[in-house]
């Protein structure tokens, strides 16, 4: 089985911008509902639903990539950061009222952090 070929940085960014454009869209959807102050537990659990779809569909892809060198312990870190991240949409995802959507929030541990490490790994502006 040939070994796979480590993605030029122009690949490597056009793949990281790809990669994260679901989850992007899916915090965005989040954070539009918090600045309306959904109180819609139904509403809450279908978004948060996707955001741990979307994060675990992000996080396997990422930990496939062919990242080069330079970029590598940072797309390590932000992985496991999404793991930790989807501790809290899973919670959310189950919630049976207001204060459950609330708690899931309370210990949030967002990834953008980890993220914001490799897009300057990648050369890529801040988000």
């Keep these: ?39 819609s537990v139904s509403r809450w659990r279908t978004i948060c639903r ?14 496939a990539g062919h990242w080069p060198a330079s970029a590598r312990r940072q797309v390590d870190a932000f992985v496991d950061a999404l793991a930790e991240e989807r501790t809290t949409w899973s919670l959310c995802a189950t919630a049976s009222s207001a204060d459950d959507v609330n708690a899931a929030f309370n210990d949030y541990h967002s990834a953008s952090g980890k993220a914001e490490a490799v897009r300057i790994a990648l050369g890529l502006p801040g988000a």
Excluded: E, G
Excluded at 14 to 20: F, G, I, T
Excluded at 50 to 63: E, G, P, S, W
């Design 50 to 63: 996707r955001a741990a779809a979307d994060d675990h569909t992000l996080a396997r892809k990422m930990a």
């Design 1 to 39: 089985m040939p070994t796979p070929t480590v993605w030029t940085m122009a690949q490597a960014q056009a793949q990281y911008l790809s990669l994260v454009k679901p989850s992007n869209a899916t915090i965005d959807a989040v954070n539009r509902m918090r600045d309306a102050n959904d109180q």
